[in-house]
């Protein structure tokens, strides 16, 4: 389904965008709350599974872009922006009047978000238990060597990193001293701008961003375990069609079927150094079993990769 104003020419999308952005902004605190939060992990897909959501008919994303949100997927308001307030950020999401419309259709409109800083940040978990606690949550974890060696490599290509891997791992811990105490409180702290006072933590974080059980277990601490849904990268990428199915039954979704399954946001690159990725094997195996033990689930990591080459499968 198209929504009626993507069928408009581009200039008059264009044109009528003020109008709506104020439009959303008078009718913020009738909007309702994300239904459903793809809170991470960064480079492990995030961006495919929001867009196989999105092509639902019952599922809404972020609408109404602000000057202060880069990218349409990704709000960062319980990371970055907290102080803005919720009738800031229910301004992106569907009127209640909408979800009612749906419900007397016998529909269930979901909204959501993802913005894969969530996972990683400590203060975001007792955030969103604050704002939204029902909300249904959906990690999606990756090999941590895979996901650190693309995170990497998706900093090269946008200028941010100038070491190499090895020095960029090398760097982390100095990069990341006393980081993460100060961001408990630094919702109340950003400038106006919003922008990230520690830049390091949300992208330079290649190690610590795949220790994944100590990341989950801040987030089962304000959430019970039927809340979360864990999405293996692996197969997500084998199997999309059967995972797409289990997260609309997550969500409470009716079943929907998708012609294709194209992989987003991938980019191809080398492979990493036999001798780095047995180092960075070895520092994972234990926090990776740590996650195995947590979730009550085994993982393949370390057994195969997965290359940064564009995959497009049809579901079966």
Do not use: C
């Not at 019970?224 to 979704?253: D, H, I, M, W």
């Amino acid at each position: 389904m198209i929504p009626r104003m993507a069928r408009l020419p581009t200039p008059v999308r264009r044109a009528a965008r003020p109008a709506l952005k104020r439009f959303r902004h008078a009718t913020r605190s009738r909007r309702m709350l994300p239904t459903f939060l793809i809170i991470g992990a960064q480079r492990a897909g995030t961006t495919s599974l929001f867009d196989y959501l999105l092509r639902h008919p019952d599922v809404s994303g972020p609408r109404g872009r602000d000057a202060m949100v880069s990218w349409s997927k990704e709000i960062h308001f319980f990371d970055e922006k907290f102080g803005k307030g919720v009738d800031w950020y229910r301004s992106f999401f569907p009127l209640e009047a909408t979800r009612a419309r749906y419900r007397r259709r016998g529909r269930n409109l979901q909204a959501g978000e993802a913005t894969p800083y969530y996972m990683f940040h400590p203060a975001v978990p007792a955030r969103v238990a604050e704002t939204v606690p029902d909300v249904k949550l959906i990690a999606i974890l990756r090999d941590p060597v895979e996901r650190a060696y693309s995170h990497f490599q998706l900093n090269r290509r946008k200028g941010r990193e100038k070491l190499s891997f090895e020095e960029a791992l090398a760097a982390e811990p100095e990069r990341l001293k006393d980081v993460e105490e100060w961001l408990h409180g630094a919702a109340e702290e950003l400038p106006p701008s919003g922008r990230h006072r520690h830049p390091h933590h949300r992208h330079r974080a290649y190690l610590r961003r795949g220790l994944y059980a100590e990341q989950l277990e801040r987030w089962l601490e304000r959430f019970p375990r039927e809340q979360l849904l864990v999405v293996q990268t692996e197969k997500l990428l084998a199997a999309p069609a059967e995972t797409y199915s289990e997260v609309l039954n997550f969500l409470g979704l009716r079943d929907w079927r998708l012609e294709t399954f194209e992989a987003r946001n991938k980019k191809p690159y080398a492979r990493i150094e036999p001798e780095i990725r047995a180092r960075l094997e070895e520092a994972f195996a234990e926090p990776n079993a740590r996650l195995e033990r947590l979730l009550g689930v085994s993982f393949s990591w370390g057994t195969h990769s997965v290359d940064g080459s564009s995959v497009t499968r049809r579901s079966a």
